[in-house]
Each structure stands twice: as structure tokens, then as C-alpha cells.
């Protein structure tokens, strides 16, 4: 009988609980049956011994009076009907221990920094319109009765803004600070200076703002375009401007790390100063986006020119973090270089890759000697990593490893997993942005530790950043756009305990929108975009089967490939979609009062004699292989808004054995090959038919030479070749890689990649 009480009582917590929703996910949470209601007595305090907390405490007091309208003096000493800020020294640096009870709530900790986020998980605690910017006259202050105990996993937990490629304005800058702290993130790197616009004031070079800050024109729409805006575009901070930002972060326990980018995004700089590149020619600032050839030269103006720079942002930013960019920097102005020819000499470098090394190493000492650490892209581990570099792992997470390995500091934010400027859903239903697909499920499966570490390396990595390049993000609210949800996913990589549960985020996210709301986000519901499975059936035909984050909607879908709407198909499990012919399934969610949430979503099938068939290939796919064996003949066309269906080969031609089964009649072959300059993807030069019956002595019956398409983008060369009548069981397809990317290409010199998909026969 006792047994069965406790049961219930148990399952009665646990239904409970789920009332409570915070982001990131604490530690520990154990919640009561009680609330706390917030009345006309309540007081917001600090402990006797806790003085150092007030200005915590004059947060929550400030929130409260934007809400209520009602002024709160923080008071000190114990006592009911509180919200009490109590010293507890036992509790580590960024940790905290939240109580709430029917008669007020401690928050313990042993400094600010964990009763700021104690006070930051209270705040989500509330209802949410707690966090609105405005009086709210019907809300009631209560909160859930519970016990949080709740300490980061990571030291380091940063998002990274560009403001070169944009200029943002300080108010947004603020706004970014106070999001990211709301989600405990502790770091916010601004991406200073690049070749289209130098963004800080420097009181020894006024030229770098008068001159470099503004570029004449911007690129229009995406790079491969080639098309310009005319219309100039500048901005920066003053020093001022810095201090009061970097006060303003420091309130909220936000470091701001400075990157001053170096030897390569350096343009906008040296169109200020024309002594500082190896030609000494005067340059404009850089209008197109892009890898810059024209970098630092490793001379002695430079280094002076960079120190002193240094020395002024030093003085204004009290990261202990430096950061000095070391990222693409091509070597071809140092090659043409007698000055970085004879230096090399003389310094006994072997390769310009060292040279790059020398100029790294430099600046390290010179900054390790005011005091502070340089960090910086993975890239400063080519030629040899410098004695005190920390290592920003964006290539993956390999350089990462390597710097681990060598017993340096890493903070993880591979492009796989952490570039937000890459798309969040269909490109066609989204905003211009730079390319790939990053949806925040892929944000949120990211592990900072790898498997290659051993748990004494791991601890060389001491954290994660997001990072959000703004070539395609010229607005605020775009930023906010492509940072949100994503960035709730950061913070929970960042703070919360290794084991994750998607799903679980998932049902917090959903609420947690309410807040982004109150706090005047404009974050994407791509989370709700519907995701396609497909497996096959008893006759070989694709079946189809239709996914939502959000399992608490409804999925609609048409098969003519038209915008679903509240009278279109409904989808469920039990009712799989077996596709017969050639068909476009488009599919949208939609809550169940009708309102569509997120974008369409479609997915192209083609039935012919070659679905279901097998092949071999010659040269297997690298990385990009389709999802499945038979992904060339699995029924799915690739197209333009997911890599998914594409089969990849880098730099290898596509020599495909398509085997029948038995003779068979056909007279047209289709095949579908991407074209995505920006993306390194090319289609192929030409391509060559065969057929066979042995699989010995081939025929050829068709040879084309293609290549036309080379500068297209989000394209699909699909080639339908009419080969008359044949009658033969295999049919050979070779079509030959561009090979390596042109002159002028950001990736000039290495392979290209060739993408194809579906080949049907009929
Ligand atoms: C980078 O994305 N070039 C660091």
C-alpha cells in the first residue's frame, strides 16, 4: 500500500516537472507541488556577508519595475517573502543553487558571475512576460517550487559576430549581449577588421576609419552573381563606443574578444596604409567577398603598424583573449615577393607556411608580453603552432585535435556543426545566405570532445562558439534570423551536461519562442520544417515517410509538387506515400488551429527502369554519398535544397556500372549534376555513354562535351540523352571532373567537386 503511494507520488513529480523549462538545461532540477506568487511585500535581497551581489540583485529590480511599473530598493538581510542572494562558498565559480519555496527563493553562490545565472534561470522560472521590454498589467510573478542546482560544463561559451562584412549598429551589439547572457553564453568575439571594412577606431591611424571603414559598394545578391549594390557602405566603433559596450558586457558577465584579423583579410587596412601590403600600391577597400590575395606584408612597417594597433586594443578590450584571425591567407603575394623571398632566407623558413608562422609568432610574443593570449583560426597551425596559441577549430573539428594533441587550448566551432550563416531550411522558401544546411538539430548534435582525444588532451578543450559571418547579413533582424534558434543550441552545448535529448530541447525550444518573443528576437521556425525518409516497398517504389520536430502539429503535403494549405493531404505514419510515377511531394506543418509553421519543404521521385537497380562504381564517393547504397538509383532526384540525395566526388571522375538485372530496352538516359561554384561544386567537363551485355566489352554510344555551366550556382544541370533504341543489360556512364577549381575561384588550384544524382532510364 505504502509502495503504490510512493508511486504515485513519484509520477505525479514527474508530471509536474515538465512545467518547468529552461534553456540551457541545468544540472539538477527537483520540482515541488507549490508556487511562489510575488505580492506587494516582496523584497529582492542580498545576504549580510553577500554586498558584492547587489548589483545582481539591481537586475532582477530593474526587470521587475519594466513589468510591474513598481520601483524595488534592494534590501540586505535574510527573512521571508524574499528573493534572497546568499553566499554559498562551496559552489564552483560560474555555478549556483536556486531554491524556491512557498515562502520566497534563495539563490545561492560563491560569486556574482553564478548568482547572475541563477538569476537568469529565474527569470525563465517566471512567466514570460517577465522578459518583456514593456508594463505588462495582467501579470502574475509566480514561480514553480523547486530546487535547481546547476553549474556550466564549459568555461568557454561564445558566439562570434562579424561586424566587418556589415556594419552593426552598438544598440544591436548591446541587445546580442543581453540574449546571449540570458542563455549563460560568456563570450561574444567581434570579427573587427577585414578586407571590406575596418571597424575600430585607432587614435595612431585615422586612416583605418577614415579610409577603411567604408567600401564603395556592396556585392548584390550572391557572389557568383558578380553583381554590385553601387551604393557605398561604412561604419565604426569609436573607442568610446568599445568602452561602454565592454561595461555594458561585463554587467552580464560577457567578455567581448576583439579579433584583429592577420596576415589575410587585411585589405581594408591596406588601402589605408599602401606600405603595409608587398607592392605598396594603393588599393580600395574590398567590395567583393571572398579569399583577398592582396595580405600583410611580413615587414618591419607592419609588425610595428600591428603592434601599436594592438596596444590601443589592448588597452580597450580586457579579454584575456586576443584574437589575431590567421585564416585563409593565400601565399601567392609572399611568392612574388623578393622582400618575403630573402626574409625567408634569412630566417631560415622553408615554405611560406612558415613565413606565416614567423608572422604569427611574432605577434604572439608581443602580445603574450602585455600580459594576454593570442588565439586564433586553425590555419596558425600550419608551419608550426606559436608557443601560447589557443586554437579556434573552424575546418572541423581536426585542428582541434591536433592543437589538443599538442597540449594547446581549443575552442571548437567546426563549420559542420557551428556556422550560422549557413541555411536553416529550404534555400528557395529562405533568405540569401552563403550556402550549405545547418539545421539546428545538426547545431545541437555537436560534441566539443572527440573520441580521437584521450581524457587527459580533452581538457585542452575548454569550450564552443557559434559563428555568424555576414556576407549575405547586412540587418540586424537577419542576424537575429540566422542566430536564433541556433544559438539556444550553442549554449546548451556549451553549459549543459553531455547527455543530450533533441527531442527534449525540442519541447523546451517550442516554449522557449515565447520568450525570444518577449525579448523581441526574430528567430526562424525552420525547426518545424517537415523532413522526408525514404525507404522502399514490396515492389521496389519509393515509400515515403514524413517527419515534423514538432510531433504536437499536423503535416500536410500535395503530390503535384503545389504550396500545401489547411485542405491539403494529411499525413500520417500509418499512410506512408508510395510513389508510382514521377512525382514532387511539397509538405508543410501546421498547428492544429491551421496556422502553417516554418517553410515548405519538397523532395522530387523519379520511377524508370533503372529505380531500385544496382551499380558499382569506380572511384567511391568522398564525404557527399547519397544517404544510401543505391542512392543513384534510389527513386530521389537531388535538387537544388539539400545535398542529401547527391552523390560527391572530389576531384575523381563519376564511372558508373548500372546493371539491369537482365537485356532490357531503353532509349533515353537522364542524369543530374550539381553546379555551386561557391560551394566548390562544378559540373563535369563531358560525359560518355557505354553499354554492355557482359560487362566486358563495352560500346559506346554516346560522348557529349558539357561544361558550359561552370559559374552557376543552386543549379542542376539535368541532362535527358536521347540514345535510340538499344536493348542491353549494362549501361556504363563516365563523366570526367572538372578538376582543379580556375583562376579567380576562392578555392583556386584544389579539386573541385562533381555532385550527380538520379540516373533513370527509359
Ligand atoms: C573562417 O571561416 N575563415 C574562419
Known amino acids: 500500500m505504502k509502495k503504490i503511494f510512493l508511486a504515485f507520488l513519484i509520477s505525479f513529480g514527474a508530471f509536474a516537472q ?79 543553487v536556486l531554491k524556491v519555496t512557498s515562502s520566497g527563493v534563495n539563490i545561492e553562490a560563491s560569486n556574482p558571475i553564478g548568482h547572475f545565472y ?32 546547476d553549474q556550466p560544463r564549459f568555461e568557454y561559451r561564445g558566439v562570434m559576430m562579424d561586424v566587418g562584412r556589415y556594419f552593426f549598429p552598438v544598440s544591436f ?16 568575439h567581434l570579427h573587427l577588421t577585414e578586407d571590406q571594412g575596418w571597424r ?43 568602452r561602454d559596450l565592454v561595461a555594458y558586457a561585463q554587467r552580464k558577465f560577457v567578455t567581448i574578444v576583439p579579433e584583429i584579423e592577420m596576415p589575410g583579410h587585411a585589405l581594408a587596412a591596406i588601402a589605408a596604409y599602401p606600405e603595409l601590403g608587398c607592392t605598396g600600391e594603393q588599393y580600395e577597400v574590398g567590395t567583393k567577398w571572398g579569399v583577398e590575395e592582396r595580405v600583410y606584408c611580413p615587414n618591419e612597417k607592419t609588425f610595428e603598424f600591428l603592434e601599436n594597433v594592438l596596444t590601443e586594443v589592448i588597452d580597450i578590450f580586457p579579454s584575456q583573449y586576443i584574437h589575431i584571425g590567421g585564416d585563409e591567407c593565400p601565399k601567392t603575394a609572399w611568392k612574388n615577393s623578393k622582400f618575403c623571398q630573402d626574409l625567408m632566407r634569412k630566417e631560415g623558413l622553408k615554405d611560406e607556411h612558415e613565413l606565416q608562422s614567423y608572422f604569427i609568432r611574432r605577434i604572439d610574443k608581443f602580445v603574450t608580453s602585455k600580459g594576454r593570449k593570442i588565439i586564433g583560426w586553425d590555419e596558425i597551425l600550419e608551419g608550426g603552432l606559436s608557443p601560447n596559441a589557443t586554437v579556434m577549430s573552424w575546418r572541423g573539428v581536426e585542428g582541434g585535435i591536433t592543437a589538443a594533441k599538442q597540449k594547446h587550448d581549443v575552442i571548437m566551432t567546426p563549420n559542420s556543426h557551428m556556422y550560422l550563416d549557413y541555411y536553416q531550411g529550404n534555400p528557395a522558401t529562405e533568405p540569401l545566405a552563403i550556402g550549405g544546411f545547418l539545421p539546428v538539430e545538426k547545431t545541437y548534435s555537436f560534441e566539443p570532445f572527440s573520441p580521437e582525444l584521450t581524457e587527459e588532451e580533452s581538457k585542452y578543450i575548454k569550450g564552443v562558439q557559434a559563428n555568424l559571418w555576414t556576407e549575405y547579413i547586412s540587418k540586424p533582424e537577419l542576424a537575429e534570423y540566422m542566430l536564433f534558434p541556433r544559438t539556444l543550441a550553442t549554449a546548451e552545448i556549451g553549459w549543459s551536461s553531455k547527455e543530450k535529448d533533441f527531442s527534449d530541447f525540442g519541447t523546451r525550444m517550442t516554449k522557449h519562442f515565447e520568450r525570444l518573443n518577449q525579448m523581441a528576437v526574430n528567430y526562424s521556425t525552420a525547426y518545424y520544417n517537415v523532413s522526408f525518409a525514404t525507404e522502399k516497398n514490396k515492389l521496389n517504389q519509393p515509400l515515403v515517410s514524413l517527419k515534423s520536430n514538432d510531433p504536437s502539429g499536423i503535416i500536410r503535403y500535395t503530390l503535384d509538387g503545389t504550396k500545401p494549405n489547411t485542405k491539403s493531404l494529411v ?81 575523381t571522375n563519376f564511372d558508373f556500372t548500372l546493371d539491369l538485372g537482365q537485356k532490357t530496352f531503353f532509349s533515353n538516359v537522364s542524369v543530374g549534376f550539381q553546379g555551386a561554384y561557391s560551394s566548390w561544386i562544378m559540373p563535369p567537363k563531358n560525359i560518355e555513354i557505354l553499354i554492355s551485355n557482359d560487362n566486358i566489352s563495352y560500346k559506346s554510344i554516346k560522348k557529349m562535351e558539357l561544361g558550359n555551366a561552370v559559374k552557376t550556382e543552386n543549379f542542376v544541370q539535368q541532362l535527358n540523352i536521347s540514345i535510340g533504341n538499344n536493348n542491353a543489360r549494362y549501361i556504363k556512364i563516365i563523366a570526367e571532373n572538372y578538376g582543379k577549381l580556375p583562376a579567380g575561384h576562392p578555392g583556386q588550384g584544389t579539386p573541385a567537386w562533381l555532385f550527380v544524382d538520379e540516373i533513370s532510364v527509359r
Open 200 to 242: 575600430i577606431e585607432i587614435k595612431k591611424y585615422p586612416r583605418l576609419t577614415e579610409v577603411g571603414s567604408i567600401r564603395k559598394e556592396s556585392m548584390l545578391g550572391h557572389y557568383r552573381d558578380q553583381k554590385y549594390d553601387g551604393k557605398p557602405h561604412g561604419g565604426f566603433y569609436t573607442q568610446d563606443e568599445i
Open 18 to 96: 515538465s512545467t518547468i523549462s529552461v534553456i540551457p538545461k541545468p544540472q539538477s532540477i527537483v520540482q515541488g507541488k507549490g508556487k511562489f506568487v510575488w505580492n506587494e511585500n516582496t523584497q529582492i535581497a542580498v545576504s549580510d556577508d553577500n554586498l558584492e551581489a547587489k548589483e545582481v540583485a539591481e537586475q532582477l529590480a530593474l526587470r521587475i519595475k519594466i513589468v510591474t511599473n513598481k520601483q524595488q530598493n534592494v534590501v540586505t538581510g535574510k527573512g521571508s517573502n524574499r528573493i534572497l542572494f546568499s553566499k554559498n562558498n562551496q559552489i564552483e565559480k560560474e555555478g549556483y
Open 173 to 188: 551589439i548591446k541587445k546580442l549581449v543581453d540574449v546571449i547572457a540570458a542563455h549563460k553564453l560568456n563570450v561574444l
Open 571 to 651: 499525413y500520417t505514419d500509418s499512410k506512408k506515400i508510395a510513389v508510382t510515377g514521377d512525382r514532387t511531394i511539397a509538405a508543410a506543418y501546421f498547428t492544429k488551429a491551421g496556422k502553417m509553421l516554418g517553410s515548405v519543404t519538397s523532395k522530387s521521385y523519379v520511377i524508370s527502369k533503372s529505380t531500385g537497380k544496382s551499380y558499382s562504381l569506380a572511384t567511391e564517393p568522398r564525404r557527399y554519398t547519397g544517404g544510401e547504397k543505391y542512392a543513384l538509383t534510389n527513386g530521389i532526384r537531388g535538387d537544388i535544397n539539400s545535398n542529401e540525395p547527391w552523390v560527391g566526388f572530389s576531384g
Open 118 to 149: 541563477g538569476l537568469q534561470t529565474l527569470l525563465q522560472l517566471f512567466p514570460t512576460e517577465v522578459l518583456s521590454s514593456s508594463y505588462q498589467s495582467k501579470l502574475i510573478l509566480s514561480l514553480p517550487e523547486c530546487t535547481i542546482k
